[in-house]
């Protein structure tokens, strides 16, 4: 007469059948581990995916920004966030107040002429007077009584954080910050 744990014993066969049924694991270890494993992954993707729609990988609203001075006469809209040697442009308004004798002054730094790689410039400049601190650019204007629109298209040639400025005279300047991502 069998015992009682014999009885309650199934039998198994080499297919992995009990009792000719499909015998299911249970490994809880492993499922709270795979669990957790899954749920940081979701996470991160999510993570990422908002840092992408946002622009803090590269384009995106919060990838440009717009300063002007107090009193609007200088205006300049940047990339903050920019990649290392992918284009980037720098877009300067200069209002008709800080004109002098009917053409437009502009200098940008050092730091955005070189380390931001200013490749062109959009429209070219009637002269150009390189200095220690930069370069200036005398621009002639289309019509002297609206603002000249200047795009330098740029192409940063290493990766970091880029303290640059733009002036039109000591007034009328701005300072702003880029970082360049590898």
Do not use: C
């Amino acid at each position: 007469m069998p015992t009682q744990t014999q009885e309650s014993k199934p039998a198994q066969n080499s297919n992995g059948l009990i009792n000719n049924e499909l015998a299911l694991g249970d490994d809880r270890d492993f499922e709270s581990t795979w669990w957790r494993i899954e749920i940081g992954v979701w996470i991160f993707l999510v993570a990422v995916l908002i840092l992408a729609l946002t622009g803090l990988l590269g384009h995106g609203p919060l990838g440009h920004k717009e300063l002007s001075t107090s009193d609007d006469a200088l205006e300049i809209r940047y990339e903050r966030i920019a990649h290392y040697k992918s284009p980037a442009i720098l877009q300067v308004r200069v209002h008709p107040q800080v004109f002098r004798d009917g053409k437009a002054y502009l200098h940008l730094s050092r730091v955005t002429v070189h380390g931001m790689g200013a490749q062109r410039i959009i429209p070219q400049p009637e002269k150009s007077m390189p200095d220690d601190d930069g370069i200036s650019y005398l621009f002639p204007p289309e019509d002297p009584s609206r603002p000249l629109i200047v795009s330098f298209a740029l192409e940063p040639s290493q990766a970091g954080l880029f303290r640059q400025e733009v002036r039109t005279d000591p007034d009328h300047k701005l300072f702003f910050n880029s970082i360049v991502l590898p």
